[in-house]
């Protein structure tokens, strides 16, 4: 099998550039509210647990 000439030296790592990745929308009031409700559930679970 015939090798090709090495064409110059990529160092280890390099990557290829890609279109820039969107921005992450910001949360709303609903998802805040789910995540506060949840932590709430989950700490009142976890004392409940722990006076028993």
Known sequence: MREL????R???G???PGPPRPER???TRRQ????GTVA???LALLLLG???
């Open 32 to 35: 805040y509210a789910y995540g």
């Open 5 to 8: 000439p090495h064409e110059g």
């Open 50 to 52: 722990l006076l028993r």
């Open 25 to 27: 929308a910001a949360l």
């Open 40 to 42: 709430l559930l989950v």
């Open 14 to 16: 390099d990557r290829v």
């Open 10 to 12: 990529v160092p280890d």
